[in-house]
């Protein structure tokens, strides 16, 4: 049994901020606790645009605080994220979150991240294994 709080893996590896500066994420369940998932609480900042395209996982997003707008870049589809909307992103779409009020989720990876993921020049996680 693992218990662990999001609280106490701040300033640890554990505690990403990314290159951008437009997120940060703890990272509460990782690929080395060998569940096959990762567990996230994720900040997105008020003001900020993020574009993303998970490629290589599959990610379940839940709002617990804040608004974004949610654009799919397949469809052109946009959609308000508010607390407790949840999205998932099974077709592996590229997308962009607008945030409008600091935005803090609970996201879920499969396969699970590692930590040491940051978004590429195309929005993408590479696909890391604990072996790296």
């Known amino acids: 049994m693992i218990v662990r709080s999001f609280k106490e893996i701040e300033g640890t590896d554990r505690h990403v901020k990314s290159a951008s500066g437009t997120w940060e994420s703890k990272r509460i369940v990782l690929a080395k606790e060998k569940v096959g998932f990762s567990l996230h609480e994720t900040i997105l900042y008020a ?13 379940a997003v839940v709002c617990v605080e804040g608004e974004a707008e949610l654009t799919d870049h397949e469809t052109g589809q946009s959609y308000t994220i508010t607390p407790g909307t949840m999205y998932l992103l099974d077709g592996h779409e590229k997308h962009t979150l607008r945030i409008k009020k600091d935005f803090r989720c609970l996201c879920v990876f499969n396969p699970p991240v590692t930590g040491r993921e940051d978004h590429d020049e195309n929005g993408v996680y590479p696909l890391l294994t604990e072996e790296v």
């Open 47 to 59: 003001g900020t645009e993020t574009s993303m395209w998970y490629a290589n996982h599959i990610e």
